[in-house]
Protein backbone atom coordinates (compact mmCIF):
# COMPACT_ATOMS: atom_id res chain seq x y z
CA UNK A 1 0.00 0.00 0.00
CA UNK A 2 1.05 3.53 -0.26
CA UNK A 3 2.84 3.56 3.22
CA UNK A 4 5.47 1.82 1.49
CA UNK A 5 6.24 4.53 -1.12
CA UNK A 6 8.48 7.34 -0.64
CA UNK A 7 7.23 10.51 0.28
CA UNK A 8 8.11 13.57 -2.32
CA UNK A 9 7.39 17.47 -1.45
CA UNK A 10 5.23 18.76 -3.56
CA UNK A 11 3.48 15.25 -4.57
CA UNK A 12 -0.05 14.31 -3.62
CA UNK A 13 -0.56 11.13 -4.11
CA UNK A 14 -2.73 8.83 -1.41
CA UNK A 15 -3.50 6.31 -3.84
CA UNK A 16 -2.03 2.95 -4.49
CA UNK A 17 1.11 2.02 -5.56
CA UNK A 18 2.40 1.95 -8.95
CA UNK A 19 5.47 0.72 -10.21
CA UNK A 20 7.96 2.47 -12.22
CA UNK A 21 10.01 0.01 -14.49
CA UNK A 22 13.61 0.06 -15.45
CA UNK A 23 12.74 -1.11 -19.19
CA UNK A 24 15.97 -2.35 -20.36
CA UNK A 25 15.36 -5.43 -17.87
CA UNK A 26 11.69 -4.80 -16.94
CA UNK A 27 12.97 -4.13 -13.04
CA UNK A 28 10.93 -2.34 -10.85
CA UNK A 29 13.19 1.03 -10.06
CA UNK A 30 10.98 2.28 -7.21
CA UNK A 31 7.46 2.45 -6.38
CA UNK A 32 5.28 5.73 -5.51
CA UNK A 33 1.85 6.15 -4.70
CA UNK A 34 -0.58 7.22 -7.02
CA UNK A 35 -2.64 9.88 -7.16
CA UNK A 36 -6.61 9.84 -6.52
CA UNK A 37 -9.09 11.92 -8.57
CA UNK A 38 -9.29 13.52 -5.05
CA UNK A 39 -5.85 13.91 -5.10
CA UNK A 40 -6.27 15.99 -8.94
CA UNK A 41 -8.78 18.09 -7.36
CA UNK A 42 -7.07 19.15 -3.97
CA UNK A 43 -3.44 19.82 -6.22
CA UNK A 44 -6.14 22.76 -8.21
CA UNK A 45 -7.10 24.04 -4.70
CA UNK A 46 -3.20 24.18 -3.85
CA UNK A 47 -2.35 25.95 -6.92
CA UNK A 48 -4.99 28.48 -6.57
CA UNK A 49 -4.24 29.03 -2.99
CA UNK A 50 -0.41 29.58 -3.72
CA UNK A 51 -1.33 32.06 -6.91
CA UNK A 52 -2.10 35.84 -5.60
CA UNK A 53 0.78 35.69 -3.09
CA UNK A 54 3.04 34.21 -5.84
CA UNK A 55 1.85 36.09 -9.01
CA UNK A 56 2.34 39.44 -6.51
CA UNK A 57 6.23 38.64 -6.25
CA UNK A 58 8.64 40.89 -8.15
CA UNK A 59 9.38 39.47 -10.90
CA UNK A 60 13.26 39.55 -10.11
CA UNK A 61 12.43 37.38 -7.03
CA UNK A 62 10.81 34.40 -9.27
CA UNK A 63 13.85 35.28 -11.42
CA UNK A 64 15.75 34.71 -8.85
CA UNK A 65 14.31 31.19 -8.54
CA UNK A 66 14.51 29.75 -11.46
CA UNK A 67 18.24 30.78 -11.55
CA UNK A 68 18.95 28.74 -8.24
CA UNK A 69 16.62 26.18 -10.15
CA UNK A 70 19.15 25.96 -12.96
CA UNK A 71 22.22 25.90 -10.59
CA UNK A 72 21.00 23.56 -8.64
CA UNK A 73 20.19 21.09 -11.84
CA UNK A 74 23.71 21.81 -13.62
CA UNK A 75 25.29 21.07 -9.85
CA UNK A 76 23.38 18.00 -9.93
CA UNK A 77 22.99 16.87 -13.51
CA UNK A 78 24.48 13.54 -13.00
CA UNK A 79 22.18 11.72 -10.99
CA UNK A 80 19.62 13.16 -12.46
CA UNK A 81 20.73 12.04 -15.62
CA UNK A 82 21.25 8.65 -14.59
CA UNK A 83 17.04 9.00 -13.17
CA UNK A 84 16.23 9.91 -16.35
CA UNK A 85 18.38 7.31 -18.09
CA UNK A 86 17.39 4.46 -15.61
CA UNK A 87 13.39 5.15 -15.94
CA UNK A 88 13.12 6.00 -19.84
CA UNK A 89 15.86 3.66 -21.36
CA UNK A 90 18.23 6.48 -23.17
CA UNK A 91 21.79 5.97 -23.54
CA UNK A 92 23.23 7.90 -20.71
CA UNK A 93 25.16 10.52 -22.79
CA UNK A 94 21.65 11.60 -24.26
CA UNK A 95 19.98 11.71 -20.36
CA UNK A 96 23.07 13.92 -19.48
CA UNK A 97 22.27 16.04 -23.01
CA UNK A 98 18.66 16.28 -21.91
CA UNK A 99 19.33 17.58 -18.30
CA UNK A 100 21.75 20.67 -19.72
CA UNK A 101 18.94 21.34 -22.08
CA UNK A 102 16.53 20.94 -19.29
CA UNK A 103 18.58 23.17 -17.28
CA UNK A 104 18.63 25.92 -19.58
CA UNK A 105 14.55 26.45 -19.77
CA UNK A 106 15.21 27.56 -16.10
CA UNK A 107 18.49 29.87 -17.24
CA UNK A 108 16.45 31.20 -19.87
CA UNK A 109 13.35 31.69 -18.15
CA UNK A 110 14.86 33.52 -15.32
CA UNK A 111 15.89 35.92 -17.60
CA UNK A 112 12.77 36.21 -19.25
CA UNK A 113 10.99 37.11 -15.95
CA UNK A 114 12.42 40.21 -15.80
CA UNK A 115 11.53 41.18 -19.11
CA UNK A 116 8.19 41.13 -20.03
CA UNK A 117 7.44 44.65 -21.69
CA UNK A 118 3.90 46.84 -22.39
CA UNK A 119 3.23 49.07 -24.76
CA UNK A 120 1.84 52.86 -24.34
CA UNK A 121 1.10 55.07 -27.76
CA UNK A 122 -1.02 57.56 -28.34
CA UNK A 123 -4.50 56.19 -30.08
CA UNK A 124 -4.49 56.94 -33.84
CA UNK A 125 -7.67 59.32 -33.15
CA UNK A 126 -5.84 61.45 -30.39
CA UNK A 127 -8.36 60.44 -27.79
CA UNK A 128 -6.48 58.29 -25.16
CA UNK A 129 -3.48 56.44 -24.80
CA UNK A 130 -3.39 52.87 -25.33
CA UNK A 131 -1.95 51.01 -22.20
CA UNK A 132 -1.36 47.63 -22.86
CA UNK A 133 -0.01 45.28 -19.53
CA UNK A 134 0.43 41.53 -19.18
CA UNK A 135 -0.63 39.70 -16.21
CA UNK A 136 0.31 35.94 -15.47
CA UNK A 137 -2.53 33.76 -16.88
CA UNK A 138 -3.78 32.07 -13.34
CA UNK A 139 -3.34 28.31 -12.50
CA UNK A 140 -1.76 26.11 -15.27
CA UNK A 141 -2.54 22.56 -15.94
CA UNK A 142 0.92 21.00 -17.06
CA UNK A 143 0.73 17.71 -18.65
CA UNK A 144 4.05 15.99 -20.27
CA UNK A 145 5.12 12.94 -21.59
CA UNK A 146 7.86 10.11 -21.14
CA UNK A 147 10.29 10.85 -24.22
CA UNK A 148 12.21 13.99 -22.27
CA UNK A 149 10.83 13.61 -18.75
CA UNK A 150 12.96 16.62 -17.56
CA UNK A 151 12.76 18.94 -20.42
CA UNK A 152 9.79 18.60 -21.07
CA UNK A 153 8.65 19.86 -17.70
CA UNK A 154 10.92 22.50 -17.49
CA UNK A 155 10.26 23.83 -20.33
CA UNK A 156 6.52 24.60 -18.90
CA UNK A 157 7.30 25.16 -15.26
CA UNK A 158 9.58 27.72 -16.34
CA UNK A 159 7.84 29.73 -18.50
CA UNK A 160 4.75 29.23 -16.59
CA UNK A 161 7.27 30.33 -13.14
CA UNK A 162 8.22 33.39 -14.46
CA UNK A 163 4.87 34.52 -15.47
CA UNK A 164 3.47 34.37 -11.90
CA UNK A 165 1.41 31.23 -12.48
CA UNK A 166 0.66 28.19 -10.21
CA UNK A 167 0.67 25.06 -11.62
CA UNK A 168 -0.13 20.95 -11.01
CA UNK A 169 2.04 18.90 -13.24
CA UNK A 170 0.87 15.49 -14.59
CA UNK A 171 3.84 13.57 -15.87
CA UNK A 172 3.74 10.34 -17.73
CA UNK A 173 3.58 7.56 -15.73
CA UNK A 174 6.29 5.72 -17.39
CA UNK A 175 8.92 8.35 -16.44
CA UNK A 176 7.59 10.08 -12.81
CA UNK A 177 10.26 9.91 -11.04
CA UNK A 178 12.03 12.62 -13.30
CA UNK A 179 9.63 15.06 -12.11
CA UNK A 180 9.43 14.63 -8.50
CA UNK A 181 13.16 15.05 -8.59
CA UNK A 182 12.37 18.37 -9.75
CA UNK A 183 9.88 19.91 -8.01
CA UNK A 184 11.98 18.73 -5.09
CA UNK A 185 15.15 21.21 -6.18
CA UNK A 186 12.68 23.68 -7.19
CA UNK A 187 11.37 23.78 -3.42
CA UNK A 188 14.92 23.78 -2.39
CA UNK A 189 15.82 26.52 -4.58
CA UNK A 190 13.37 28.51 -2.70
CA UNK A 191 9.89 28.15 -4.98
CA UNK A 192 7.29 28.04 -2.55
CA UNK A 193 4.83 25.57 -1.27
CA UNK A 194 1.95 24.98 -3.49
CA UNK A 195 3.31 26.52 -6.59
CA UNK A 196 4.52 23.60 -8.31
CA UNK A 197 2.15 20.30 -7.15
CA UNK A 198 2.71 16.92 -9.38
CA UNK A 199 -0.29 13.99 -9.33
CA UNK A 200 0.41 10.81 -10.77
CA UNK A 201 -2.91 9.58 -11.55
CA UNK A 202 -3.21 5.44 -13.31
CA UNK A 203 -6.43 6.37 -15.13
CA UNK A 204 -5.40 10.36 -16.22
CA UNK A 205 -8.53 10.32 -18.49
CA UNK A 206 -10.89 11.27 -15.48
CA UNK A 207 -8.63 13.24 -12.80
CA UNK A 208 -7.25 15.24 -16.35
CA UNK A 209 -11.29 15.86 -17.10
CA UNK A 210 -11.60 16.49 -13.46
CA UNK A 211 -8.87 19.38 -13.71
CA UNK A 212 -9.83 20.86 -16.90
CA UNK A 213 -13.32 21.13 -15.42
CA UNK A 214 -12.75 23.14 -12.41
CA UNK A 215 -13.24 27.01 -12.83
CA UNK A 216 -9.82 28.18 -10.75
CA UNK A 217 -7.93 26.00 -13.96
CA UNK A 218 -7.15 29.00 -16.44
CA UNK A 219 -4.67 27.34 -18.77
CA UNK A 220 -3.66 23.91 -20.38
CA UNK A 221 -0.31 23.23 -21.25
CA UNK A 222 0.01 19.69 -23.05
CA UNK A 223 3.07 17.68 -24.85
CA UNK A 224 2.57 14.38 -25.64
CA UNK A 225 0.45 12.55 -28.98
CA UNK A 226 -1.45 14.43 -31.57
CA UNK A 227 -4.65 12.04 -30.72
CA UNK A 228 -4.61 12.45 -26.79
CA UNK A 229 -4.08 16.41 -27.76
CA UNK A 230 -7.04 16.71 -30.10
CA UNK A 231 -9.24 14.93 -27.12
CA UNK A 232 -8.07 17.76 -24.50
CA UNK A 233 -8.54 20.10 -27.08
CA UNK A 234 -12.58 19.04 -27.17
CA UNK A 235 -12.43 18.73 -23.64
CA UNK A 236 -11.05 22.38 -23.19
CA UNK A 237 -13.68 23.95 -25.81
CA UNK A 238 -16.04 23.50 -23.15
CA UNK A 239 -14.76 26.29 -21.05
CA UNK A 240 -12.85 28.31 -23.66
CA UNK A 241 -10.15 27.42 -22.06
CA UNK A 242 -6.95 28.64 -23.27
CA UNK A 243 -4.52 25.75 -24.48
CA UNK A 244 -0.73 25.06 -25.55
CA UNK A 245 -0.48 21.90 -27.48
CA UNK A 246 2.88 20.45 -28.19
CA UNK A 247 1.89 17.77 -30.60
CA UNK A 248 3.14 14.46 -32.82
CA UNK A 249 5.56 15.01 -35.61
CA UNK A 250 6.90 13.21 -38.62
CA UNK A 251 9.58 14.85 -39.60
CA UNK A 252 11.27 14.70 -43.04
CA UNK A 253 14.95 15.23 -43.67
CA UNK A 254 15.49 15.87 -47.09
CA UNK A 255 18.85 15.62 -48.77
CA UNK A 256 19.38 17.11 -51.98
CA UNK A 257 22.24 16.19 -54.80
CA UNK A 258 24.86 18.95 -53.88
CA UNK A 259 24.85 17.99 -50.01
CA UNK A 260 27.99 17.11 -48.42
CA UNK A 261 27.55 13.33 -48.06
CA UNK A 262 29.29 12.96 -44.86
CA UNK A 263 28.13 15.76 -43.43
CA UNK A 264 24.17 14.56 -44.36
CA UNK A 265 24.82 10.59 -42.52
CA UNK A 266 26.18 12.50 -39.22
CA UNK A 267 22.93 14.65 -39.47
CA UNK A 268 21.08 12.29 -40.29
CA UNK A 269 22.44 10.30 -37.11
CA UNK A 270 22.04 12.74 -34.84
CA UNK A 271 18.14 13.66 -35.80
CA UNK A 272 17.39 10.29 -36.29
CA UNK A 273 19.14 8.56 -32.98
CA UNK A 274 18.77 11.36 -30.65
CA UNK A 275 16.69 9.02 -27.43
CA UNK A 276 17.04 6.10 -29.55
CA UNK A 277 14.59 7.73 -31.61
CA UNK A 278 12.01 8.66 -29.19
CA UNK A 279 11.48 12.29 -30.28
CA UNK A 280 8.83 14.75 -31.65
CA UNK A 281 11.63 16.13 -33.71
CA UNK A 282 12.88 12.59 -34.81
CA UNK A 283 13.76 12.45 -38.64
CA UNK A 284 11.23 9.98 -39.88
CA UNK A 285 10.93 10.09 -43.33
CA UNK A 286 14.24 10.43 -45.10
CA UNK A 287 14.07 11.97 -49.26
CA UNK A 288 17.05 11.56 -51.05
CA UNK A 289 17.74 12.63 -54.21
CA UNK A 290 17.63 9.85 -56.41
CA UNK A 291 21.48 10.16 -57.72
CA UNK A 292 23.15 9.57 -53.90
CA UNK A 293 20.07 7.89 -52.69
CA UNK A 294 21.89 4.22 -53.04
CA UNK A 295 25.19 5.95 -51.85
CA UNK A 296 23.24 7.79 -48.66
CA UNK A 297 21.62 4.74 -47.80
CA UNK A 298 25.30 2.44 -47.94
CA UNK A 299 26.54 4.85 -45.26
CA UNK A 300 23.90 5.50 -43.25
CA UNK A 301 23.43 1.20 -42.75
CA UNK A 302 27.19 1.50 -42.26
CA UNK A 303 26.79 3.37 -39.41
CA UNK A 304 23.49 2.60 -38.12
CA UNK A 305 24.64 -1.32 -37.93
CA UNK A 306 27.48 -1.23 -36.18
CA UNK A 307 26.00 0.74 -32.73
CA UNK A 308 25.96 -1.16 -29.55
CA UNK A 309 22.61 -1.37 -28.14
CA UNK A 310 21.99 -2.26 -24.82
CA UNK A 311 21.04 -0.63 -21.11
CA UNK A 312 21.45 2.85 -21.47
CA UNK A 313 23.48 2.67 -17.94
CA UNK A 314 25.82 1.03 -19.66
CA UNK A 315 29.75 1.96 -20.58
CA UNK A 316 29.69 2.47 -24.78
CA UNK A 317 26.04 1.73 -25.54
CA UNK A 318 25.15 3.86 -28.16
CA UNK A 319 21.15 2.95 -28.21
CA UNK A 320 19.11 2.09 -25.66
CA UNK A 321 15.83 0.36 -25.05
CA UNK A 322 12.50 2.08 -25.84
CA UNK A 323 10.03 3.27 -22.95
CA UNK A 324 8.39 0.25 -22.26
CA UNK A 325 7.63 -3.10 -24.60
CA UNK A 326 4.53 -2.01 -25.56
CA UNK A 327 6.31 0.59 -27.31
CA UNK A 328 8.93 -0.99 -28.84
CA UNK A 329 6.42 -3.92 -30.09
CA UNK A 330 4.42 -0.60 -31.90
CA UNK A 331 7.71 0.02 -33.48
CA UNK A 332 7.98 -3.46 -34.65
CA UNK A 333 5.21 -3.93 -35.75
CA UNK A 334 5.27 -0.55 -38.13
CA UNK A 335 8.64 -2.16 -39.52
CA UNK A 336 6.98 -5.06 -39.89
CA UNK A 337 4.26 -3.62 -41.65
CA UNK A 338 6.00 -2.04 -44.07
CA UNK A 339 8.02 -5.20 -45.09
CA UNK A 340 4.45 -6.50 -46.31
CA UNK A 341 4.09 -3.41 -48.49
CA UNK A 342 7.55 -3.80 -49.98
CA UNK A 343 10.38 -2.49 -48.08
CA UNK A 344 13.71 -3.63 -48.21
CA UNK A 345 15.63 -4.02 -45.28
CA UNK A 346 19.19 -3.03 -45.16
CA UNK A 347 19.89 -3.78 -41.63
CA UNK A 348 17.87 -4.10 -38.58
CA UNK A 349 14.11 -5.10 -38.59
CA UNK A 350 14.07 -7.58 -36.39
CA UNK A 351 12.63 -7.54 -32.67
CA UNK A 352 15.27 -8.98 -30.33
CA UNK A 353 13.99 -11.90 -27.48
CA UNK A 354 14.63 -11.04 -23.98
CA UNK A 355 12.74 -8.72 -21.36
CA UNK A 356 14.48 -5.75 -22.28
CA UNK A 357 12.21 -3.22 -24.44
CA UNK A 358 15.15 -3.30 -26.93
CA UNK A 359 14.79 -2.41 -30.98
CA UNK A 360 17.69 -2.11 -33.34
CA UNK A 361 18.83 0.45 -35.69
CA UNK A 362 16.75 -0.13 -38.89
CA UNK A 363 16.97 1.49 -42.58
CA UNK A 364 14.47 0.57 -44.94
CA UNK A 365 14.28 1.39 -48.59
CA UNK A 366 10.52 2.13 -49.82
CA UNK A 367 8.20 3.21 -52.00
CA UNK A 368 6.46 7.25 -51.36
CA UNK A 369 3.22 4.86 -50.60
CA UNK A 370 4.66 2.96 -47.73
CA UNK A 371 2.12 3.30 -45.18
CA UNK A 372 5.16 3.53 -42.03
CA UNK A 373 5.93 7.34 -44.14
CA UNK A 374 2.28 8.23 -42.57
CA UNK A 375 2.88 7.15 -38.95
CA UNK A 376 5.30 8.34 -36.34
CA UNK A 377 7.67 5.53 -35.83
CA UNK A 378 9.28 6.72 -32.68
CA UNK A 379 12.02 4.40 -32.64
CA UNK A 380 15.41 4.17 -34.18
CA UNK A 381 13.75 3.41 -37.77
CA UNK A 382 15.43 4.98 -40.92
CA UNK A 383 13.02 4.63 -44.28
CA UNK A 384 14.84 5.89 -47.33
CA UNK A 385 13.06 7.09 -50.36
CA UNK A 386 14.41 8.46 -53.52
CA UNK A 387 13.03 11.21 -54.97
CA UNK A 388 13.23 13.28 -58.68
CA UNK A 389 13.71 16.67 -57.93
CA UNK A 390 13.62 19.61 -55.52
CA UNK A 391 9.80 19.77 -55.62
CA UNK A 392 9.09 16.32 -55.16
CA UNK A 393 10.83 16.59 -52.52
CA UNK A 394 9.03 19.17 -50.23
CA UNK A 395 5.46 17.74 -51.96
CA UNK A 396 6.04 14.67 -50.57
CA UNK A 397 7.49 16.78 -46.87
CA UNK A 398 4.53 18.42 -47.30
CA UNK A 399 1.77 15.18 -47.91
CA UNK A 400 1.53 14.99 -43.96
CA UNK A 401 -1.26 16.28 -41.35
CA UNK A 402 2.05 17.05 -39.49
CA UNK A 403 4.05 20.21 -39.58
CA UNK A 404 6.77 20.28 -36.41
CA UNK A 405 10.14 20.72 -37.77
CA UNK A 406 12.01 19.83 -41.18
CA UNK A 407 15.54 19.43 -42.13
CA UNK A 408 17.49 19.85 -45.44
CA UNK A 409 20.97 18.80 -46.63
CA UNK A 410 22.20 20.91 -49.06
CA UNK A 411 25.72 22.51 -50.46
CA UNK A 412 24.24 25.61 -51.65
CA UNK A 413 22.10 27.83 -49.27
CA UNK A 414 20.39 29.78 -51.06
CA UNK A 415 18.90 26.50 -53.00
CA UNK A 416 18.55 25.31 -48.89
CA UNK A 417 16.34 28.33 -48.02
CA UNK A 418 14.17 28.52 -50.85
CA UNK A 419 13.25 24.59 -49.76
CA UNK A 420 12.77 25.60 -46.13
CA UNK A 421 10.80 28.55 -47.02
CA UNK A 422 8.17 25.80 -48.99
CA UNK A 423 8.36 23.56 -45.90
CA UNK A 424 5.03 23.16 -44.11
CA UNK A 425 6.91 23.07 -40.43
CA UNK A 426 7.29 25.33 -37.87
CA UNK A 427 10.92 24.62 -37.54
CA UNK A 428 13.67 24.09 -40.24
CA UNK A 429 17.29 22.63 -40.02
CA UNK A 430 19.69 23.42 -42.49
CA UNK A 431 22.63 21.72 -42.77
CA UNK A 432 21.94 20.82 -38.95
CA UNK A 433 20.97 17.14 -37.15
CA UNK A 434 19.59 18.93 -34.20
CA UNK A 435 18.18 22.58 -33.33
CA UNK A 436 16.01 22.47 -30.38
CA UNK A 437 17.36 25.62 -28.11
CA UNK A 438 15.44 27.04 -25.12
CA UNK A 439 16.53 30.40 -26.77
CA UNK A 440 14.14 29.82 -30.11
CA UNK A 441 10.52 29.08 -30.35
CA UNK A 442 9.24 25.30 -30.54
CA UNK A 443 6.35 24.55 -32.48
CA UNK A 444 4.84 22.92 -35.14
CA UNK A 445 2.52 24.38 -38.12
CA UNK A 446 -1.12 21.95 -38.61
CA UNK A 447 -1.85 18.98 -36.15
CA UNK A 448 1.87 19.46 -34.74
CA UNK A 449 0.39 22.23 -31.87
CA UNK A 450 -0.71 25.63 -31.20
CA UNK A 451 1.32 27.91 -29.84
CA UNK A 452 5.16 28.03 -29.00
CA UNK A 453 7.49 26.97 -26.20
CA UNK A 454 10.51 28.69 -25.54
CA UNK A 455 12.05 31.49 -26.95
CA UNK A 456 10.78 35.14 -26.65
CA UNK A 457 6.81 33.84 -27.02
CA UNK A 458 7.24 30.74 -24.52
CA UNK A 459 6.29 32.96 -21.72
CA UNK A 460 3.34 34.48 -23.18
CA UNK A 461 1.98 31.29 -23.23
CA UNK A 462 1.38 31.99 -19.46
CA UNK A 463 -0.09 35.55 -20.14
CA UNK A 464 -2.98 37.33 -20.41
CA UNK A 465 -2.53 40.80 -22.35
CA UNK A 466 -4.76 43.56 -20.83
CA UNK A 467 -5.35 46.75 -22.95
CA UNK A 468 -6.26 49.83 -21.02
CA UNK A 469 -7.46 52.77 -22.54
CA UNK A 470 -6.96 56.04 -20.74
CA UNK A 471 -6.81 59.82 -21.47
CA UNK A 472 -3.33 60.32 -19.61
P1 LIG B 1 0.63 10.54 -24.88
O1 LIG B 1 0.23 9.13 -24.84
O2 LIG B 1 -0.22 11.51 -25.61
O3 LIG B 1 0.80 10.99 -23.36
C1 LIG B 1 1.23 12.27 -23.01
C2 LIG B 1 0.69 12.63 -21.64
O4 LIG B 1 -0.74 12.65 -21.70
C3 LIG B 1 1.06 11.62 -20.55
O5 LIG B 1 1.26 12.32 -19.34
C4 LIG B 1 -0.18 10.75 -20.47
O6 LIG B 1 -0.37 10.15 -19.22
C5 LIG B 1 -1.27 11.78 -20.70
N1 LIG B 1 -2.52 11.20 -21.18
C6 LIG B 1 -2.70 10.06 -21.90
N2 LIG B 1 -4.01 9.87 -22.12
C7 LIG B 1 -4.67 10.91 -21.54
C8 LIG B 1 -6.04 11.27 -21.42
N3 LIG B 1 -7.01 10.52 -21.95
N4 LIG B 1 -6.36 12.40 -20.77
C9 LIG B 1 -5.38 13.16 -20.24
N5 LIG B 1 -4.07 12.88 -20.29
C10 LIG B 1 -3.71 11.76 -20.95
O7 LIG B 1 2.10 10.72 -25.48
P2 LIG B 1 3.43 9.92 -25.10
O8 LIG B 1 3.34 8.56 -25.69
O9 LIG B 1 3.72 10.04 -23.64
O10 LIG B 1 4.52 10.80 -25.85
C11 LIG B 1 4.83 10.64 -27.17
C12 LIG B 1 4.15 11.70 -28.04
O11 LIG B 1 4.49 12.99 -27.57
C13 LIG B 1 4.63 11.64 -29.47
O12 LIG B 1 3.54 11.79 -30.33
C14 LIG B 1 5.56 12.84 -29.57
O13 LIG B 1 5.72 13.35 -30.87
C15 LIG B 1 4.89 13.80 -28.66
N6 LIG B 1 5.83 14.84 -28.22
C16 LIG B 1 5.70 16.09 -28.74
C17 LIG B 1 6.60 17.08 -28.38
C18 LIG B 1 6.49 18.47 -28.92
O14 LIG B 1 7.10 19.36 -28.34
N7 LIG B 1 5.76 18.72 -29.99
C19 LIG B 1 7.63 16.79 -27.47
C20 LIG B 1 7.73 15.49 -26.97
C21 LIG B 1 6.81 14.52 -27.35
P3 LIG B 1 0.00 8.60 -18.97
O15 LIG B 1 1.46 8.50 -19.05
O16 LIG B 1 -0.49 8.34 -17.61
O17 LIG B 1 -0.69 7.82 -20.04
Known amino acids: MSTQTRQYAGHLASGPPHDVIDPSDGSSIESIAASTEADCADAVSIAAEAFPAFAALAPRVRGEMLRKAYELMTAESESLARLV ?125 RMLGDRRVRN ?73 ADEFSRRLTERMSALRMGPGLNDGVELGASVSIRERDKIADLVDASVSHGARVLTGGTRPEGAGAFYPATVLTLEADNPILGEEVFGPVAPVVAVDSDDEAIARANATEFGLISYVYSGDLGRAMSVARHLEAGMVAINKGVISDPAAPFGGYKQSGLGREGGFAGIHEFLESKYIGVTI
Not at 248 to 254: D, T, Y
Request: with cysteine; aromatic share 6%; hydrophobic share 50%.
Open 85 to 209: SRENGKILADARAEIGYAAEFFRWFSEEAVRVSGDFRLAPSGDKTIVVTHEPVGVSLLITPWNFPAAMATRKIGPALAAGCTVVLKPAMETPLTALAIVDLLARAGVPAGVVTVVTPVAPGPAVS
Open 220 to 292: LSFTGSTEVGRMLLKQASDRVLRTSMELGGNAPFIVLDDADLDDAVAGAILAKLRNGGAACTAANRFYVSRSI
